[in-house]
């Protein structure tokens, strides 16, 4: 696609439930990453896939938060048992160069609120 | 662990003046640097990016950003503001390992007075 699309914009959901984030990033770009900004604050880097390697998962916050990348292309982020504090804006990203050397493209973003 | 700090979280400025966007970072190899924005309701945009070569980078919307590697700084100007530069302004450096992810400030909203 033009650009790195996410859906959906907007997600309510309660408190304990699972949600399901997806990214679709641009074609051909193989490496994909997943940020969280939370209301007045700086982003925090949740997962980075590249091509086939082994994803780097060092920012995922607890066991609850998990994503898989299929075919190198689709994403998806998982949050199960949701709660309050899982409350922010999702952002995906990709680059079509795998160490990010030249920047990324972000998508517009998930805004997730747990209630 | 390379850190990036943006000091003031809110700037403010008259349209025409001067912008000055302050950004240091630690890094203990030669670094990549960004400057993202972002405006309300929207994704983050690459504004412009510091690889290697001239350590003065000019980007969109007539920003441009200067690499000083004694002072680790790599502040983000404009010499005249437009009301449409409003927006949040995210400074970023390219993680030393291989995994190639950055490593965010905290943003500085810039606020641009009529």
């Known amino acids: 696609g033009a650009g790195v699309s996410q859906s959906p914009s907007n997600k309510v959901t309660e408190k304990g439930k699972d949600v399901e984030l997806r990214c679709d990033p641009i074609?051909?770009?193989?490496?994909l990453y997943w940020y969280r900004q939370s209301l007045g604050q700086g982003l925090e880097f949740l997962i980075y896939?590249?091509?086939?390697?082994?994803?780097?998962k060092s920012g995922l916050p607890s066991d609850r938060f998990s994503a898989e990348r299929t075919g190198g292309s689709v994403s998806t982020l998982t949050i199960q048992r949701t709660q309050q504090e899982d409350s922010a804006v999702y952002l995906c990203?990709?680059?079509?160069?795998?160490?990010?050397?030249?920047?990324?493209?972000f998508g517009s973003g998930t805004r997730l609120t747990v209630v | 662990a390379q850190s990036v700090t943006q000091l003031g979280s809110h700037v403010s400025v008259s349209e025409g003046a001067l912008v000055l966007l302050r950004c240091n970072y630690s890094?203990?190899?030669?670094?990549?640097l960004f400057w993202y924005v972002q405006y309300p309701n929207q994704g983050l945009q690459l504004l412009l990016k510091?690889?290697?070569?001239?350590?003065l980078v000019k980007g969109i919307n007539g920003f441009e950003a200067e690499f000083k590697k004694s002072e680790t700084s790599f502040h983000l100007t404009k010499p005249s503001a437009h009301m449409s530069d409003a927006a949040e302004y995210f400074c970023?450096?390219?993680?030393?390992?291989?995994?190639?992810?950055?490593?965010f400030g905290d943003g500085t909203t810039l606020t641009v007075k009529p």
């Open positions: 990203a990709s680059s079509f160069e795998p160490k990010g050397v030249y920047g990324y493209t």
């Open positions: 074609s051909g770009h193989t490496a």
């Open positions: 896939f590249q091509g086939n390697s082994a994803p780097d």
């Open positions: 890094s203990s190899v030669p670094p990549y």
């Open positions: 510091y690889t290697t070569g001239a350590t």
């Open positions: 970023a450096v390219r993680d030393n390992t291989n995994a190639g992810k950055s490593t």
